[in-house]
């Protein structure tokens, strides 16, 4: 959780830090009363400004996600698992419909689009992270099929 951000990508990354956060509550890796790795800490892992982390960890106070202990640190608020699912699921389904609207407007077929999401779902990577040359390299061969 929280290992890693990838600048590059269309969202910002105070929201990818929140959606971690949120994504590893869903998923229980986070539980009620875990301690959030402090700004500080989490600024130098990930390599971004210290106030990028305050500005998630603020957000993610205000949604409700997490409470603060003035000089203690920030932590994972209580009954807050099946919001963060249902919330993390909306995101997801809604990128998802998103990304598959370009890939048919981009001349992608049914076949091609499918054959990517499930090469896809089999890598071993986190959220935000830049898909693997392999994945790129996928195009149609002569039976329109995806093949390296």
């Known amino acids: 959780m929280l290992a890693s951000v990838d600048p590059e990508s269309s969202v910002a990354v105070y929201v990818q830090i929140e959606n971690h956060v949120q994504f590893a509550i869903a998923a229980g890796q986070l539980k009620a009363g875990d301690q959030l790795p402090s700004v500080l800490e989490l600024s130098r892992r990930l390599k971004v400004n210290p106030n990028t982390v305050a500005k998630a960890y603020r957000d993610?106070?205000?949604?409700?996600?997490?409470?603060?202990?003035?000089?203690?640190?920030?932590?994972?608020?209580?009954?807050?698992?099946?919001?963060?699912?249902?919330?993390?699921?909306?995101?997801?389904?809604?990128?998802?419909?998103?990304?598959?609207?370009?890939?048919?407007?981009?001349?992608?077929?049914?076949?091609?689009?499918?054959?990517?999401?499930?090469?896809?779902?089999a890598l071993d990577t986190g959220p935000y992270s830049a898909p693997p040359q392999s994945l790129l390299a996928y195009t149609r061969n002569s039976r329109n099929r995806i093949s390296k």
């Open 60 to 121: 993610l106070e205000v949604m409700g996600v997490v409470y603060t202990r003035r000089g203690v640190g920030v932590y994972v608020k209580k009954g807050i698992e099946s919001r963060c699912r249902e919330v993390g699921r909306k995101k997801v389904i809604s990128r998802l419909h998103e990304a598959v609207a370009e890939a048919k407007a981009a001349g992608m077929t049914k076949t091609d689009i499918t054959e990517i999401a499930e090469r896809s779902a």
